[in-house]
């Protein structure tokens, strides 16, 4: 088995655990070390029957070890990455075993597909991507690094979602669309023109607000 360190110790961190114990009941493969989080309040406690290691600090010392980073919001999974250059680890990639794709989706490194998710044909996505519970993702997307989809998100096919970008819950995008980088789509929006230009977007029709 590989040793796998969960970076971030809250709600979501603690479904990836949860994702990583489906993987292992049906191949096992990862053994859970414990989570990393930079909050001290939490050091040396368990939760979910892990115990909280350390910081980012800790994964100086952890040779030939995997790592994910559970960390919701893309920003900060991304200054989270970039802390972790020049360090002896490897990034775990965790795809839930009741995801539907098929043979010709590129998944990249670090990249977290939770469970009930649908990915079609010739999908690309990046690294450092969380997908999370019940999202669809067409043909031909482009997915790129460090985007967060939350749960229930449709993308249709020919999308290509930007750098860091955040899709809310229930949110949809129709074929043929590109999301800039570091966009925010809120929750239950719909998504029917391109977005060019960076910011927050809301509604259905989305709009962009200040």
Request: include cysteine; proline fraction near 2%.
């Amino acid at each position: 088995m590989k040793d796998l360190y969960i970076i971030g110790a809250g709600g979501f961190g603690r479904e990836v655990a949860w994702l990583v114990e489906r993987i292992n009941a049906t191949n096992n493969t990862w053994n859970i070390k414990g989570f990393i989080d930079d909050n001290e309040k939490i050091w040396n406690s368990i939760i979910d029957d892990y115990p909280v290691l350390g910081g980012i600090s800790y994964l100086a010392n952890c040779e030939d070890a995997y790592v994910v980073c559970a960390v919701g919001n893309a920003k900060i999974r991304k200054k989270i990455i970039e802390k972790l250059s020049g360090l002896d680890i490897r990034f775990a990639t965790l795809i839930d075993p009741s995801v539907i794709m098929s043979k010709r989706v590129k998944v990249g490194e670090g990249t977290i597909i939770c469970a009930g998710t649908i990915i079609t044909v010739d999908v690309t996505i990046g690294n450092h991507v969380i997908i999370n519970l019940d999202c669809t993702l067409g043909h031909d997307d482009i997915i790129n690094d460090y985007v967060t989809m939350y749960p229930s998100v449709n993308v249709s096919g020919c999308c290509n979602i930007g750098e860091c970008v955040e899709l809310g819950t229930g949110m949809q995008i129709i074929q043929g669309l590109n999301v800039v980088s570091d966009s925010i789509v809120g929750a239950s929006a719909c998504v029917v023109k391109n977005i060019d230009y960076a910011g927050t977007y809301v509604g259905m029709p989305t709009k962009k607000i200040k």
